[in-house]
C-alpha cells in the first residue's frame, strides 16, 4: 500500500496513558512564578522549588510508582527515597530554568556542547536536517543555542494540544518570546515541515512518544522491551534529510550540557532500502536514550509507563 506522506502526523483518537495527564497549573500561576523567579534571582527562587517537588512527591502516586519503576532500571537497582526525589526535583529544576532561558538570561547558565562540529557541517550543507529528541532535559537549553548562533534557525514540530500549552507557556514567561511551532495533526504539518527545511531550518521532534493506533517499532530500552513512534523518522526518509539526536543535559547547579549525535542521513539512501534504513534509525535512536538514561538517569521525564505494551499490539 502506497504511503500518503501528508497523513504521517494525522491524529485519531488517543489512547496511551500520556495522553490522559494533564499537566496542573494555569498561565495566571505561571506568570506570577516568572515574576518572582526574575525579582529574586535563581539561586533564591530555587529554594520554592524544594516545597513544589515534595508536595508532587507526596501527592502524585502513580508518577511516583512510575518514576520508581524507571529508576529501578536505570539504576540497575531498588531507588532509595531520596533518589526518587531527586528526580522530580531535576524535572523541576528544569521547568524553572525555562524562566531565565526564555528571558535570555543565558548568564545564569554555563552550558557545554557535545558535537558541535557536527550541528556546523549541516548548517553549511544548508539542507535543512531533523533534531529528534525525546522527554529528558531541557528543550529550551537547546533552543537558546540557536538564537544565539547566527545562521541556525531552529522550529519546532508538536502535537496541536502539547502546541497549545507551550505558547500559553511562553506567553505566560515573556510575553516577547517568539518560537516558531508547528502544530502536527493537520494535513498540511508536512508540507510545512517541507518549507522549513528547504529553507536551511533544523525541525525538532520528540520521539519517544506514541499515538492512538499509529505505526510503532519494537525496541529494547534498558533492557526491557518498548515500542516508539516510527512516524516521525518515517518523515525524515520520505523527506530525504539527516536526523540528529538532541538532549540538553541538566548535570548539577547552573551546569547544562547538549549532545548533538547522528542517527541517520536519509539524503543517501536508496529508495529500496530506505525501510531497513528507517529500522536501523530508530534502533540507532532507542541506543542513544538508553545511554543517556544509564549516565543521566534523573533527566528522564516519562512520569508513566512507557514499557507498556501498546492496545493491540
Known amino acids: 500500500m502506497a504511503l500518503d506522506p501528508l497523513h504521517l502526523f494525522e491524529v485519531t483518537e488517543p489512547t496511551q496513558e500520556w495522553v490522559g ?3 496542573r497549573g494555569s498561565p495566571r500561576l505561571l506568570r506570577l512564578m516568572a515574576k518572582v523567579s526574575l525579582l529574586l534571582g535563581r539561586r533564591v527562587s530555587r529554594l520554592a522549588l524544594y516545597g513544589i517537588a515534595l508536595y508532587f512527591f507526596l501527592f502524585a502516586p502513580a508518577a511516583r510508582r512510575q518514576s ?15 533518589e526518587r526525589f531527586h528526580h522530580v526535583l531535576k524535572f523541576a529544576t528544569t ?14 547558565f554555563t552550558i557545554s556542547i557535545e558535537g558541535e562540529a557536527l550541528m556546523r557541517a549541516e548548517v553549511e550543507r544548508g539542507q535543512g536536517a531533523f533534531l529528534m529528541g525525546a522527554h529528558m532535559g531541557s528543550f529550551e537549553v537547546i533552543g537558546s543555542i540557536g538564537r544565539r548562533q547566527p545562521g541556525l534557525k531552529i522550529s519546532m514540530a508538536m502535537y496541536e494540544d ?33 518549507e522549513r527545511l528547504d529553507r536551511g531550518a533544523f ?24 515500542y516508539l513512534p516510527s512516524g516521525p523518522m518515517r518523515a525524515a526518509a520520505i523527506l530525504r534529510r539527516s536526523v540528529i539526536f538532541m538532549v540538553g543535559l541538566h548535570r548539577g547547579g547552573r551546569h547544562y550540557h ?30 542513544l536514550l538508553d545511554r543517556y538514561c544509564r549516565s543521566d538517569p534523573y533527566n528522564w521525564f516519562n512520569f508513566f509507563d512507557f514499557w507498556q505494551t501498546p492496545p493491540g499490539q
Open 21 to 23: 495527564h494533564r499537566e
Open 68 to 82: 520508581r519503576r524507571y529508576l529501578r532500571r536505570a539504576l540497575g537497582r531498588a531507588p532509595w527515597p531520596h
Open 95 to 108: 521547568i524553572h530554568d525555562r524562566v531565565y532561558l526564555i528571558n535570555e538570561q543565558y548568564e545564569e
Open 162 to 194: 502539547n502546541a497549545r500549552k507551550i505558547n500559553s507557556i511562553l506567553a505566560a514567561i515573556n510575553p516577547r518570546a517568539q518560537t516558531d511551532i508547528i502544530s502536527l495533526g493537520h494535513l498540511d504539518a508536512m508540507l510545512r515541515i517541507g
Open 203 to 226: 525541525v525538532g521532534l520528540l520521539g519517544d512518544r506514541t499515538l492512538a493506533d499509529e505505526p510503532k517499532q519494537a525496541v529494547t530500552i534498558l533492557g526491557e522491551r518498548a
Open 258 to 287: 547538549v549532545v548533538f549525535a547522528p542517527i541517520a542521513d536519509f539524503s543517501r539512501v536508496a529508495p529500496g532500502a530506505r525501510d531497513a534504513a528507517l529500522r536501523a534509525a530508530i534502533v540507532r535512536y532507542a541506543e
